[in-house]
């Protein structure tokens, strides 16, 4: 084939970030127009936000179980978008558990350990008291809390911005990706 034209910087294309799962190695990388990517080689944490709580902690990402991309990346535990991962519950357990002043995520079977009261304002036994009102929790999140794992979802890019945000999963997406991992 005729060659049209050289070789332009604008048509370049790099590799792959291929982020995996260890202690955080972010490298810059500079773009068109002098601006940067963060490109994460390895990550072990990020922002997981619980939609229905409102509720969003740091926390550690343990295991990747899902890709509807592609099962070698689940087999090389490797970090992208979309990408179903294992992740630490126990700050969202402590905060659900201080914010409705009850306790979750207790195996059936095992007596919840009895402690004595603590003492508390009327005032703040009536805000607990007004929060158990709406207050609703899933079957599928309790048993995961009282495994100490969260299944989230990622919602960021960590080869472009060099982080590893997402969201817990819960209701129909839950069911669909507990459906999808049973296979």
């Not at 972010?26 to 709580?53: P, Q």
Request: net charge positive.
């Amino acid at each position: 084939r005729a060659q049209s034209r050289k070789k332009r910087k604008f048509d370049l294309g790099r590799p792959a970030a291929m982020t995996k799962i260890g202690e955080k190695r972010i490298h810059t990388v500079r773009c068109r127009g002098g601006n940067l990517k963060f490109r994460a080689l390895r990550l072990d944490s990020g922002n997981f936000s619980w939609g229905t709580e409102v509720c969003t902690r740091k926390v550690r990402v343990l295991d990747v179980v899902y890709n509807a991309s592609n099962n070698e990346l689940v087999r090389t535990k490797t970090l992208v978008k979309g990408a179903i991962v294992l992740v630490d519950a126990h700050p969202f357990k402590s905060w659900y558990e201080s914010h409705y002043g009850v306790k979750i995520g207790i195996k059936k079977g095992q007596a919840a350990a009895e402690e004595e009261e603590v003492k508390q304002s009327s005032h703040v036994q009536r805000k607990l008291a007004a929060r158990q009102k709406g207050r609703s929790l899933e079957d599928a999140i309790d048993h995961q809390i009282a495994s100490g794992r969260l299944y989230a979802k990622i919602t960021s890019r960590p080869g472009q911005s060099g982080r590893c945000d997402g969201q817990i999963l819960e209701g129909a997406e839950l069911s669909f990706y507990l459906k999808q991992l049973k296979k």
